[in-house]
């Protein structure tokens, strides 16, 4: 019987073996999670794929049906390492680093298992931890409790304010030094303007007793605090304005990371001590209270031996201890991992190229597109301006004439529309020297141009708007709402020029912290103006001039009027006087005040 003929050229018996074939792992088939069975392998196999689990997957060239003895076996394929059942042996996947803070190494990750994507610690596990965290906390704390009178502006508000100043910088201090940092590149300088506004803010306190011009300039000095620990920052002059106070309930993790460091240092001794005073404590609030109870004898003796507590008070001590506290452990956890720092003037990019705000994705507007409502904004304001000239020269015959109404009437009647016109157009302002295309020197000219223009116009309208509410006080009176919105309008005017000057380089970076300090210096202005006094002053002034008085509205004033009444004949100045004496109450050292302290005289 003839034989089939081979598949294979030039095979049959006495044909050697072809050559042997390798087996690489791309020619190898897809193997589910069973293991492969087989002919047992040799010792030098067997450590090839303990080496192939590892990692480094190879094979083994075998010749076929050829084994290592010489004997015809058919063509096994080397061995696979496979996972058990339900694992999952992921390759390392690189971690890239976290955002962490300054002086923190990069996120090791956490083995060969680790997932996408990568758990990545809270920014309150990276940032360092300062020496004497926990002491200038307590220090705070305490200095405020003490010190501040919740009720009323006094001196114990600066002595809080320079407490938690001091116990600030005498840590970061320490830390720098420690760690050999350099002050210079964060702004010292800048930092000492910023806290030395905050303490002037607070020092009003210690001479005027308006309460709402005390509580204007508080919140001032949590600003400029704020802006003194946190360096011009990636996320703007609105963020680094309410840093500290976030950072106050941000930075708690923070905070209990250092009592559990602290903890850990003391030992196992010192931690059962404090429990066991714990323990001792709640026993005895249960048990004394029980014992007086039962025996009239023992109750005496109990409440001679214990204070009288006030529980509101003790209520008001904690919560000014917690909240100077926290807002110094906040400003301490700013100062060691500051937030990133803007890269240059104007920019709201990181030195790093890092744009966490997206600016930089941002389609820019040509000349032509922001052009057209920047212009039809400079030629009504150009018309409106016109009118202005007329009226200013015109006078009160001219406004009967046109408009119908009063000179004050006229006032009234458009103070509060120029003032939001004032401020809507600010923020137009700001959204085109924003995201106008400045590639070219003629788009930065023409938008020098525009914004300048419409800029000066505007301060005519801020001007009309002031000369408005001016007149419309010495017609029917000076009040403290109408001088604060007066002075409101100076500041819209302020920031107004603040942008002119910024036109020069078209560098506006600077400009929203320049007009925070102008913010702040204008506070410090009304201050010395002392205003509850301008306005009883004026008040007087339009009396003697035959008009009518409030005396009730002066009635309502606080000390800081007091002087101007003496002009005021004696039934009404004893009327006045009287009234606003008799809401001063007794002054500690904590809330001594200099008006306070010259009214009772």
Known sequence: MPEKPSDTPNSGPGTPAPPPVPVTPADLPLVPEVPVSGEPTTEERAKEASSAASGALSAMAVPAGTAEDGSSNPPTLPEIPVAAPGAWAAPPVPVADPPHARGVGPLVPDGPNHVWPPRVPPRSALVPVPAGLLAATGLAGVAAAVCVPVDRPGLGWLLAGLTVTGAVYAVDRAARRASRADDEHLGGRERIWWAGVALALLGVGVVRDAPWLFGLCLAGAVVAGSLAVVRPS?????????????????????????????????????????????????????????????????????????????????????????????????????????????????????????????????????????GIPVGALTVVFAAFVATQVAVLFGGDGYVQRTAGLTYAEYARSGFWQLSIVSMLTLAVIGAVLRFARQESGIERRWLRGAVAAVSVLSLVIVASALHRMWTYQQAYGFTVMRLLVEVFEGWIALVYLLILVSLVRLRRGWVPRAAVGAAAATLLGLAVLNPEGFVAERNIDRWQAGKSLDAEYLSRLSADALPATHRLPGGERAAVSEAIRARLGEDSWQGWNYSRAVAGR
């Open 234 to 370: 990636v996320y703007g002059v609105g963020c680094d304005a309410v840093a500290v106070p976030f950072a106050a309930v941000t930075s708690l993790p923070w905070v209990y990371r250092a009592v559990e460091g602290r903890r850990a240092r003391g030992g196992v001794g010192s931690q059962r001590v404090w429990w066991s005073v714990a323990v001792a404590a709640g026993l005895l609030v249960i048990v004394v209270p029980l014992l007086a109870g039962a025996d009239a004898v023992f109750a005496g003796v109990v409440d001679g031996v214990l204070p009288r507590v006030n529980v509101p008070a003790v209520l008001r001590w904690g919560v000014v201890f917690a909240v100077a506290g926290m807002g110094t452990a906040g400003a301490l956890y700013l100062l060691a991992g500051p937030l990133p720092a803007a890269g240059s003037a104007g920019s709201q990019t990181t030195g790093d190229g890092v744009d966490p705000l997206g600016w930089m994705g941002i389609r820019r507007f040509s000349p032509l597109e922001w």
